[in-house]
């Protein structure tokens, strides 16, 4: 009777340790994201908004995550969906990656452009690993 017991609970653990990978990579995303024109040194937004001036020296996202584990890479792709002739449609302007240490949350940044923001429709879209995990979108109007 213990042999079973035993042989089940090992069954039990083995097939746990192979799952496991996968839920937890599976519950990993983006729990907020917030732009804005800065962020303070404990990643909070400042001056939040989902729409900016051309002349903005640059936007910020600040964002926070839950279910990601050390070395989780998070890539922000700055996309410009429609700014009619100032790029060509969905370009994507800039993007970048970080390696998660130990923390949950952080900042991607992106500069103006020399001549000023094209008046338009921009995304950021954020990724866990090779996942889409949040679609951020944001619009440049003219004063």
Sequence with gaps: MKRRVFALAGCCLG?????WPTVAVGQARITTAVLGTGATDKNEIVNPATEFAPDTPKIVCAWTAQGVTAGTPVRGVWIAEDVGQGAPPNYKIDEATLNLPLID??????SKPTNNWPVGKYRLEIYLGKDLAKTVPFTVKAK
């Design 105 to 110: 949350r952080g900042t991607l940044t992106l």
């Design 15 to 19: 097939l746990f340790l192979c799952i």
